[in-house]
């Protein structure tokens, strides 16, 4: 029987792009450790994230042109992932954090935070590492959407994160736990924020997603001065006063020289649980407009629903306590699209360094 050679395989391998980095598997050298033998072919796809939008699709077509080949009676692929780092965080406080996602709103109560938990646990629930860093000095949410609240413990000077669900969190709310309030002046926003991100004991991981207060303040300014932050996502409503709001948020990533990853639209229509019947409360839609005319990528949009708020405040993040919902599966999507985003941005963008306070 005709024996197909690795140059053979490599070439009908050539046909599949990566939809998002434009470019072939081979060129990308995602395909590793190509083995044949007795028409048996072996190989691995190695992307830049757990979470990419296209790996079944990608795997169902690498396994269908290489079976098509003459002399081949197996095929086996396995999808493997790396998620590459973004430049300038090697050296700097986070040297094992692969990628800094900066969660913002223009305002509070739009959904930013219950967003920020439920994008880092579908990202866990992906086979990424994940850490969440609850930076919302005016009201810390995280712990108890997260289940777990409490003072932090220190090890060899290093302040522990909590786990659950999957990844490591830290939150504002720990400097200051039960109803004490926490009033910060600037100078101890930065160094808070400073602590959390050079002295907790992160680890290696793949995503810090941060979730920042609304708005646009001191925190934001720490943030991408201390460390580089691979981008920003806004989280908006479809009220064009909030979608306003939120431009301001935009514009001051953009000042500073932060990529924006992408914008999500929550609550963004309501489906009747008694009539099936959706109603678009705040409007529908806005976002998406927006995001067009801005050539900012659009994530996606999440409903308004009560689920949403009870699971949330059961500790519960949706993503995990209903897997199988259509919101769930919603999460999951604007999630792989963010992951897809952040790929991009680490492929082509040039060095985004720590900068300057803008004039
Ligand atoms: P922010 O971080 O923007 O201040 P939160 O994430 O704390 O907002 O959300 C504010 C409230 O709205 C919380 O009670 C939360 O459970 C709820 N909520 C957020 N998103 C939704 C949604 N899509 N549907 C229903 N309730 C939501």
């Not at 046909?15 to 072996?42: C, M, W």
């Not at 992906?126 to 090890?155: C, F, H, N, Q, W």
């Not at 994160?161 to 600037?186: N, Q, V």
Request: charged letters at 20%.
């Amino acid at each position: 029987m005709e024996q197909v050679t690795n140059e053979q395989v490599l070439e009908v391998l050539k046909k599949i792009e990566d939809p998002d980095l434009h470019k072939d598997i081979v060129a990308l050298g995602f395909v590793r450790n190509l083995r044949i033998s007795d028409g048996k072919v072996a190989f691995e796809i190695n992307l830049t994230t757990p979470a990419c939008p296209v790996k079944t699709q990608m795997q169902e077509e690498a396994i269908k042109r290489v079976r098509a080949l003459p002399g081949v009676s197996e095929v086996s692929v396995k999808m493997t992932a790396d998620v590459r780092q973004h430049k300038g965080l090697d050296t700097s406080a986070l040297k094992n954090v692969k990628n800094i996602i900066a969660v913002g709103s223009g305002k509070g109560g739009v959904g930013k935070s219950t967003v920020s938990v439920n994008l880092a646990v579908a990202l866990a629930q992906e086979g990424a590492r994940v850490g969440l860093l609850d930076a919302d000095i005016y009201g810390p949410s995280i712990p108890t959407m997260m289940g777990k609240s409490g003072e932090t413990t220190i090890r060899e000077n290093l302040i522990q994160p909590k786990t659950a669900h999957g990844l490591k969190f830290m939150s504002m709310g720990f400097f200051a736990p039960g109803d004490k309030p926490l009033i910060w002046r600037g100078p101890m926003a930065h160094r808070a924020i400073e602590q959390s991100l050079s002295d907790v004991e992160w680890g290696e991981l793949d995503y810090l997603v941060v979730d920042l207060p609304p708005g646009t303040g001191d925190v934001h300014l720490t943030l991408v001065q201390t460390v580089p932050v691979t981008g920003a996502v806004i989280v908006s409503t479809p009220q064009d006063v909030g979608l306003m709001i939120s431009m301001k948020t935009l514009r001051l990533f953009q000042e500073t020289r932060v990529q924006i990853l992408g914008i999500i639209e929550n609550m963004s229509y309501h489906i009747c649980s008694h009539c099936g019947s959706r109603e678009e409360i705040f409007g529908h839609g806005a976002v998406k407009t927006a995001s067009e005319s801005l050539g900012i990528p659009f994530l996606g949009e999440i409903p308004l629903n009560q689920a949403i708020r009870v699971r949330s405040d059961e500790g519960y993040p949706i993503v995990l306590a209903e897997p199988s919902s259509p919101i769930a599966h919603t999460y999951r999507e604007i999630a792989r699209n963010l992951a897809a985003q952040v790929s991009i941005s680490n492929y082509a963008s040039p060095k985004l360094e720590i900068v300057e306070e803008p004039a």
